[in-house]
């Protein structure tokens, strides 16, 4: 499964650390991941995915009283690579318009 997500703290100045601790839990967690400016994207089964979730929001309460988080879910048991996958057959589809 690929799961997608944005935890902040509410309440707090101190973001992009709350934020940077968040992002360490993951990049420790061993899950391939990537992180851009809106979401974190990790790829793993059900029960390690929600786990780093689960870490890296208790990583940001520590921050502040309250925690704000968002989170998508692509649930494809059985399959993996799905982070580049997903990206490759994009590119795919966007050659195949550029030639036709």
């Known amino acids: 499964m690929?799961?997608?997500?944005?935890?902040?703290?509410?309440?707090?100045?101190?973001?992009?650390?709350?934020?940077a601790a968040a992002v360490k839990v993951v990049r420790e967690s061993g899950l391939p991941n990537r992180t851009d400016s809106m979401f974190t994207t990790?790829?793993?089964?059900?029960?390690?995915?929600?786990?780093?979730?689960?870490?890296?929001?208790?990583?940001?309460?520590?921050f502040g009283n309250r925690v704000s988080l968002v989170l998508k879910a692509?649930?494809?048991?059985?399959?993996?690579?799905?982070?580049t996958g997903k990206l490759d057959r994009l590119e795919a589809a966007l050659d195949n318009l550029d030639k036709g």
């Open 74 to 83: 692509d649930i494809r048991p059985g399959r993996t690579g799905e982070m």
């Open 42 to 62: 990790i790829e793993g089964d059900w029960d390690e995915c929600m786990d780093v979730v689960r870490r890296a929001t208790e990583a940001v309460g520590q």
């Open 2 to 19: 690929l799961v997608a997500f944005s935890v902040a703290p509410s309440g707090s100045e101190s973001v992009h650390d709350a934020v």
